[in-house]
């Protein structure tokens, strides 16, 4: 607590105290917001160095205890961390000062992007642009997705429910589904318990496959409205687990192939923008929400896909020791994340076809990813360099 708190008499507490609090809370979170580019990894080492090493607002222990929290809940990581952060320095008035202080500012950008992209897109300039960042896109993708899998591979049960999970994405099994499953499988495996069907041969195999698949076919084809895309996004942000490039699975499984609402190119348009714009990946909601439904969509994905995360902090918070404690939670959050990554290689896979149409786009993405993996460049900077490249194709033919 601040020095001009401690020292004030006890009767101010009631009207005082939180006052400087969100005002710091709400600038830190908006000037993160507006400069946290990298990724949910590098967002949360900002705050970290910010709460903990400067401001002394949290301990590493509990800073810590917070980000395994965000890993046990569905969401976008970086966001539900402050979201959290303010919620423990302000209460409830911080936990909604600082969640959409961070969120704001990408959002703002992201939607003036969308509107630019749903005026100029269709002119030469801006397609050579955007042909140029879509293989530097999946080379970005394929980065996250090697650098994740080690850490969800913790050992051969895992890399088990990853195949079988990988199996049933690339057949077209629903993504619920496909979490459902690796999560009791993992829970299965955890308890020593029988292997799941699916793990077994004969008919036991073949009929745990097609029950999936005629869950799968479940789905109602919707026509596009507001409160329509409102729910979509509601949905994708109450069961996304796992790194924000998992987002991709969701988005394509909903709009691509279920709806119909975006195209393929569409799609990596959409998620190249949420990439070189600073703050959560997730605000490529805002860029889809304004093509599809302009300025009030912008506002509605955005809403819809950001409001679960508040909900699941505010609820989860108070069963942090319980959480910790729970193995049973823990092999199930494991097994959620390897299905996470299957859903995302399977997506990248599909992605591929849309991005890498000629040799230029090619020859692009392989060299995108020589120098993210071995040369560690930024990402951000080889987006742009996309952006460049494209034009100049375009202009020598």
């Known amino acids: 607590m601040d020095r ?20 710091e809370l709400g600038a830190l ?4 917001g507006t400069t946290a580019f990298g990724g949910p990894a590098a967002h949360i080492a900002m705050m970290e160095d910010e709460v903990v090493r400067r401001k002394g607002w949290l301990s590493h222990a509990e800073f810590l205890d917070l980000l395994g929290l ?23 008035l911080g936990l ?21 992209y749903a005026r100029f897109g269709a002119q030469p300039r801006a397609v050579a642009m955007l042909n140029g960042i879509k293989p530097v896109m999946i080379a970005v993708v394929v980065q996250a997705l090697l650098a994740l899998t080690p850490k969800a591979l913790k050992n051969r049960s895992l890399l088990a429910v990853g195949i079988v999970t990988l199996v049933l994405a690339a057949a077209g099994i629903n993504e619920l589904v496909c979490l459902g499953f690796a999560g009791l499988a993992a829970w299965a495996a955890r308890k020593r318990l029988s292997p799941p069907p699916l793990l077994l041969g004969g008919s036991g195999a ?38 924000g490039y998992v987002l991709l ?26 990439q070189v714009t600073p703050g959560p990946v997730f605000t490529t909601a805002t860029f889809i929400g304004y093509q599809l439904g302009g300025p009030w969509g912008a506002l509605l994905a955005t809403l819809g ?35 996470s990554l299957a859903l995302m290689a399977v997506v990248t896979l599909q992605l591929c076809r849309a991005a890498l149409v000629d040799w230029l786009s090619v020859v692009l ?16 900077w080889l987006i742009a360099a996309g952006a460049l490249i494209g034009i100049v194709s375009q202009g020598l033919r």
Not at 212 to 230: E, I, N, Q, T
Request: aromatic content about 8%.
């Open 29 to 32: 979170f908006l000037r993160l």
């Open 365 to 380: 993405a392989c060299a995108s990813a020589v120098l993210l993996l071995r040369f560690k460049w930024n990402s951000t």
């Open 4 to 23: 001009e708190h401690q020292s004030a008499p006890e009767t101010s507490v009631a009207t005082t105290p939180l006052r400087q609090p969100l005002r």
């Open 96 to 116: 909604l000062i600082a969640g959409s202080a961070f969120i704001l500012p990408a959002a703002l950008l992201t939607g003036t992007l969308g509107w630019a």
């Open 249 to 274: 699975a969701f988005l394509r499984s909903d709009l691509v192939e279920q709806r119909h609402w975006l195209t393929e190119a569409q799609l990596l348009d959409a998620i190249a923008v949420g």
């Open 206 to 243: 073949g009929a745990m496959p097609a029950a999936l698949a005629a869950l799968s076919g479940a789905k109602v084809a919707l026509p596009f409205s507001l409160p329509a895309l409102f729910l979509v996004f509601v949905k994708i942000g109450s069961v996304l687990f796992g790194s």
């Open 70 to 92: 965000t890993n046990l809940i569905p969401g976008p990581n970086s966001t539900e961390m402050a979201i959290h952060i303010g919620r423990q320095r302000a209460g409830a």
């Open 305 to 339: 896909i950001f409001l679960p995360a508040f909900v699941f902090v505010a609820i989860s918070a108070a069963f942090l020791p319980k959480i910790r404690a729970s193995t049973a939670l823990g092999a199930v959050l494991d097994g959620v994340n390897v299905a």
